[in-house]
């Protein structure tokens, strides 16, 4: 039973316009969260996070949503660039030593 | 810093070996863990550590053994290597909820 869930498996957008990625997962228990970018041959890398008791963090062309109540984020990425072409993972964070359970992934290719 | 290092980058192995994967972190972080990806899928927890001399299963321990001797290493260690492993390899660190990871092990069973 997948506890994150990332429906769409990929994404395109052309340059400059908005990327939305999206998550949803369903463990109450999960009281952080992270998106993590991918490429290929090499490890995730952070990318920005969440604490359960914010609906919004913000970072540069970045910002996570957070809806407890619909166990659902996003990840919204304005304006994209060709160099945001990457696998994204949604990640959650529970238990006393933060171990993280992971999406799927979201293939995104950003168009030039 | 080199942050999280991994070796070796790829190995091939026949059914029935068994190997060791390295890790290592020098960023003194207290928490280690070992994940593992399959094509088109998301990470699987392995293993954790919490610190030296404390490991824990995640999700797909069967077939994995840890230790965790001193802080800066974790290895991974396969017994009667299966098919069923090969597999991306991620080790990882944290000094609390965010995590930073190595370059992974591609490892094939044959």
């Known amino acids: 039973d997948q506890q994150v869930k990332q429906n769409s498996p990929s994404l395109s957008v052309q340059e400059g316009r908005i990327s939305i990625l999206n998550c949803d997962y369903t463990n109450s228990m999960f009281d952080y969260f992270l998106w993590y970018k991918k490429y290929p041959a090499e490890g995730p890398t952070f990318l920005i996070s969440?604490?359960?008791?914010?609906d919004k963090n913000e970072d540069g062309r970045f910002t996570v949503f957070l809806n407890k109540s619909a166990k659902h984020l996003s990840l919204h990425i304005v304006p994209s660039q060709p160099g945001d072409s990457a696998v994204y993972f949604c990640?959650?964070?529970?238990?006393?030593?933060?171990?993280?359970?992971f999406g799927s992934g979201t293939q995104l290719t950003v168009l030039p | 810093n080199a942050g999280v290092t991994q070796t070796p980058k790829f190995r091939i192995l026949k059914i029935g070996q068994s190997m060791t994967l390295q890790c290592a972190q020098d960023m003194n972080h207290n928490y280690m863990y070992w994940y593992r990806q399959d094509p088109g899928m998301g990470l699987k927890l392995i293993y954790y550590s919490v610190g030296a001399g404390i490991t824990d299963k995640g999700e797909v321990p069967n077939g994995y053994n840890v230790s965790r001797s001193t802080t800066e290493d974790f290895p991974l260690r396969l017994e009667l290597a299966a098919p069923s492993q090969t597999s991306v390899y991620f080790c990882?660190?944290?000094?609390?909820?965010?995590?930073?990871f190595g370059p992974g092990t591609r490892l094939t069973v044959l």
């Open positions: 969440i604490s359960s008791i914010k």
């Open positions: 990640a959650a964070a529970s238990g006393s030593a933060r171990q993280l359970t």
């Open positions: 990882a660190s944290s000094p609390g909820v965010e995590q930073f």
